[in-house]
């Protein structure tokens, strides 16, 4: 799930990247890499939990 939701954000910025460059405008920011911090925070902590039990 994390994939898919990292594919289309990317896809998604690829294309706002593409328009901003063509209006001569700021780049746009990402909420991509805090969303892949977040879900690599619950992976590993998930993780964590199922070894130590």
């Known amino acids: 799930?994390?994939?898919a939701?990292?594919?289309v954000g990317g896809l998604q910025r690829w294309r706002a990247v593409q328009l901003?460059?063509?209006?001569d405008a700021p780049l746009p920011r990402?909420?991509?890499?805090?969303v892949l911090a977040v879900a690599l925070f619950v992976?590993?902590?998930l993780t964590?939990?199922?070894v130590l039990q």
């Open 20 to 23: 901003a460059m063509r209006r």
């Open 1 to 3: 799930m994390t994939s």
């Open 48 to 50: 964590a939990v199922m």
């Open 43 to 45: 992976i590993a902590v």
């Open 30 to 34: 990402s909420l991509l890499f805090p």
């Open 5 to 7: 939701a990292l594919a």
